[in-house]
């Protein structure tokens, strides 16, 4: 989870112009929810994922990765001048 805080952050960095950002873990369970949201200048995101793979920038496409290893979903919301929302959930698993 914190390389996916990490990634996320570092794009906001890089990308958004953001003025704020949000970072919120939530354990409601068997929910864990983690929230990175920032008030950026947001994107396309069918695009950007297709630019992603064809220039080879590893991203959102990692985020997705990493979650889906520890059995976690990615969700990405993003509108051109309203910022972006990226919400993973995992669900908690006893080992």
Known sequence: MYRIVQ????NICRHAEAK???LTLVAAYPNIILRIEDDGKGFEIERRLREAVLEK???IISMRERAN???GKVRITSK????TKVVVKFTYQKK
């Open 20 to 22: 704020n950002v949000r």
């Open 69 to 71: 290893l520890l059995g």
């Open 57 to 59: 920038r590893m991203g």
């Open 80 to 83: 051109e001048g309203k910022g």
């Open 7 to 10: 990634e996320g952050l570092n």
